[in-house]
């Protein structure tokens, strides 16, 4: 399909378009935050700062209903009390525009886990089927963007069902599937030299990005760090243990589900949790196996860039959009975390 | 800026009784400082001491109790100090306080709003009452005044109020805080308020920054948001939730908020939290003429009994 067109006067028309069909979800400026919201007309769209959420609740909500349970009596033998389960699965035909190509990449960290062979969880993947992403290629990477370090790229193509390229006067659409397509249709094609121009964008925009750091040595040295308890307590010492980081990510997938009831029903609800929270190791013999926050970050990093890699064919979860690091009120920054533990050579224990 | 040398030495003359002294280094970018934790003498040649110094630090002292601790901190960061050691949160023993003279920080949230966003910041140049940016290229020039936190410009503590090695001329110059901004919005319509409220609440994702960051916000892993046994809140996430969990925060500081503003700058999404402290702050002034962490031998009125309070009227229907 040829490259299609959008001058920025006609991109609310085409997203409004788009909502008629599709919970369209576009970033927008609240406060001095940026998030995802669906479209509005009387809403302008923000697509030159990054967001500061990413588009995970597209996919995956913070909080959901799994099920909805209640206990009834019998009314032959009122002595049993019989359960009533209906099963919720919640999610509509979605489409996320001027997320950034992190942004879409980081749902193949979730697929991994929620869509192996062994696990197919239904919740997520009927959200993930009906979701496509039409994501913004970065124009120059800023200072927190590591994309590149951990397979990614300003302009990459991969996870995006389109990608939307800043040209002269608009943006050139380009299509890499099918249903991607079908978004597009209806917008006019783009001109030789509009498309020329995108490429032209794309092309800088991966040359703009820093050279990536060799991180081969990662997997094995997190690992090999793994009861350095020193390193880990002066990497941590600065976290304040909240979930900034990890609520922001884009490949951070963890959940926690709780059955809320109240008096004979109740509901069973999935919400984000993380690793940065002492409750999120807590055992019900009251053991917390990771009972400070040098615990907690040290798994923060290491199951990003080495447990998960080693489980899942190398790939690293994290997507490289420094949103944990923008976003961080103490200013860690995993990237340095990351090096240092490649850097610092490991300390064999005495005896 | 001035006297970092003079704090460096004072630090490191301290360290060798110290498990560890709690400073600034820069951080990611030029705009960006980050807490910085001393154990070696060489570590302190990374301090820095600026306007972009806004972290306040005592938020890790009830984390390292039972060390030998060193702080350093500006005046509304001591205020916490004083408030923490008045509630036996900490000990005076195990805390060595250095304290700053400090004219303000910057909101680096303002800059954001002129520059639109801070992604490319790749220079600051700081003078006396001046911040100039270099950002994609482009320099922009600020007035330190201009862009400083809120809380600066009605500042009555600019120097630490405690401190067993004060670096620096104490300044005595106070603004006046009338509450104004807390007045002008009381002085909407409830339904406004609570609209208002419910749609800055909204983008909350729970991350609990705002309670992580608060040095006054103690109960840290065993928070009522979060405990399963007894399970106090629902995890549903409806911004009547995130908005009652906000109400329980500022109830749970009433006359213990130093107003640091932590709670504000950490939050990912900029709820602004500080107005709901002061709103609180200003009931606790009116009833207790108390100001938290101000007066190193005060008593906080929630840590006293009177039978009979000068400013409410208990029997009086």
């Known amino acids: ?351 | 800026m001035q006297h970092l040398e003079e704090l460096k030495q004072q630090i490191k003359d301290k360290l060798p009784e110290l498990d560890v002294v709690v400073g600034w280094e820069q951080g990611f970018d030029p705009l960006r400082a980050t807490p910085l934790f001393m154990r070696k003498p060489e570590d302190v040649d990374r301090l820095i001491w600026n306007p972009l110094c806004v972290h306040n630090l005592a938020t890790y002292l009830t984390g390292l109790k039972g060390k030998k601790v060193g702080v350093v901190v500006k005046g509304c960061d001591s205020r916490s100090v004083i408030q923490l050691l008045q509630e036996k949160l900490i000990s005076r023993d195990d805390v060595t306080v250095f304290g700053l003279p400090c004219t303000g920080v910057v909101s680096i949230r303002k800059i954001n709003r002129q520059l639109g966003s801070l992604d490319y910041v790749e220079d600051v140049e700081l003078s006396e009452d001046s911040i100039t940016v270099t950002s994609n290229g482009q320099k922009h020039a600020f007035g330190l005044a201009d862009v400083a936190a809120d809380k600066c410009g009605r500042c009555q503590y600019h120097s630490a109020l405690l401190s067993d090695a004060f670096v620096g001329e104490p300044l005595t110059d106070q603004a006046e805080d009338d509450y104004a901004d807390v007045k002008a919005f009381e002085e909407q319509s409830e339904e406004d308020k609570m609209n208002h409220w419910l749609d800055v609440m909204d983008r909350c994702v729970r991350c609990y920054a705002c309670r992580n960051a608060c040095p006054m916000c103690v109960c840290r892993d065993h928070c009522v948001a979060q405990s399963r046994d007894p399970h106090w809140m629902t995890q549903e996430d409806s911004v009547q939730n995130k908005w009652l969990f906000q109400m329980i925060h500022t109830m749970h500081l009433a006359g213990r908020c130093t107003e640091c503003g932590e709670c504000e700058r950490s939050c990912p999404v900029s709820i602004p939290l500080l107005l709901l402290r002061r709103k609180m702050n200003k009931e606790i002034n009116e009833l207790f003429d108390y100001k938290a962490g101000t007066l190193i031998d005060g008593k906080p009125p929630l840590m006293s009994f009177k039978v009979e309070e000068e400013n409410i009227n208990e029997r009086g229907w």
Request: glycine fraction near 8%; include cysteine.
């Open chain 1, 1 to 351: 399909m040829a490259d299609k067109f959008v001058a920025t006067n006609e991109l609310g028309s085409w997203l409004a378009a788009l909502s008629d069909q599709y919970r369209t979800l576009v970033p927008r400026r609240e406060g001095d935050a940026v998030v995802f919201q669906p479209f509005e007309e009387s809403r302008p769209v923000e697509l030159d700062a990054r967001p500061t959420k990413s588009p995970k609740e597209a996919v995956f909500p913070q909080c959901e209903a799994l099920l909805t349970f209640a206990y009834n009596k019998n009314p032959e033998t009122p002595g049993r009390v019989e359960v009533a389960v209906t099963e919720k699965m919640g999610g509509a035909p979605t489409v996320v525009v001027g997320g950034r190509p992190c942004d879409a990449s980081g749902f193949f960290t979730f697929d991994r886990v929620y869509d192996s062979e062994r696990v197919k969880d239904l919740n997520y993947l009927h959200r993930r089927e009906q979701t496509l992403f039409v994501s913004l290629v970065c124009e120059k990477p800023a200072t927190t963007c590591f994309c590149n370090w951990v397979g990614g790229g300003p302009a990459s193509a991969n996870g995006s069902d389109a990608l939307m390229i800043p040209v002269d006067g608009g943006y050139v659409l380009e299509s890499l599937t099918d249903s991607g397509g079908k978004l597009l249709e209806g917008l006019s094609d783009a001109s030789d030299v509009q498309t020329k121009q995108a490429q032209s964008v794309k092309s800088a925009a991966e040359e703009a990005m820093d050279k990536a750091p060799d991180l081969s040595a990662a997997q094995e040295q997190l690992l090999a760090h793994f009861d350095d308890a020193e390193f880990w307590e002066e990497q941590s010492g600065k976290c304040i243990s909240c979930g900034t980081c990890t609520y922001l990510c884009p490949t951070c997938y963890c959940f926690n589900i709780t059955d809320e009831q109240f008096g004979h029903e109740g509901v069973r609800l999935r919400t984000w949790d993380n690793c940065m929270s002492s409750l999120f190791t807590m055992e019900a013999s009251g053991h917390n196996p990771r009972p400070t926050k040098a615990h907690r970050l040290k798994n923060r990093v290491g199951h990003k860039f080495s447990y998960y890699p080693s489980l899942h064919g190398g790939n690293i979860a994290c997507c490289g959009c420094g949103r944990c690091i923008k976003s961080c009120p103490a200013s860690v920054d995993i990237r340095a975390i990351v090096l240092n533990a490649i850097a610092t050579p490991v300390s064999q224990p005495e005896g």
